[in-house]
Nanobody
Framework: QVQLQESGPGLVKPSQTLSLTCTVSGGSITTYSYYWSWIRQSPGKGLEWMGTIYYNGNTYYSPSLKSRTSLSRDTSKDQFTLQLTSVTPEDTAVYYC???????????WGQGTQVTVSS
């Protein structure tokens, strides 16, 4: 069973860069046809897809966040990372990583990590 665990700072100051890492166990981020994604949920809002890195390293970004988002991976550690630049309080959310064989249909999720943007 694939397990995912998000890690990163719980508090980020406005204008800084948020960096989160998802560590995968019980599977590999190079497994054929799997998409590895970041999703967030802000207070009182629905889930928002942020971006995805495919098993072959191809990346896909939400158009609304593309200018501020970057995904990368470390295949030797089975980790993939989200960087979100120029954060504002509106980026306060619970951030999840997940995976599945469809880009917007995740079979496995991490437990989520709360990130607050505040000075």
């Amino acid at each position: 069973q694939v397990q995912l665990q998000e890690s990163g700072p719980g508090l980020v100051k406005p204008s800084q860069t948020l960096s989160l890492t998802c560590t995968v166990s019980g599977g590999s981020i190079t497994t054929y046809s799997y998409y590895w994604s970041w999703i967030r949920q802000s207070p009182g809002k629905g889930l928002e897809w942020m971006g995805t890195i495919y098993y072959n390293g191809n990346t896909y970004y939400s158009p609304s966040l593309k200018s501020r988002t970057s995904l990368s991976r470390d295949t030797s550690k089975d980790q993939f990372t989200l960087q979100l630049t120029s954060v504002t309080p509106e980026d306060t959310a619970v951030y999840y990583c997940g995976t599945g064989t469809r880009i917007l249909l995740l079979d496995y999720w991490g437990q989520g990590t709360q990130v607050t943007v505040s000075s």
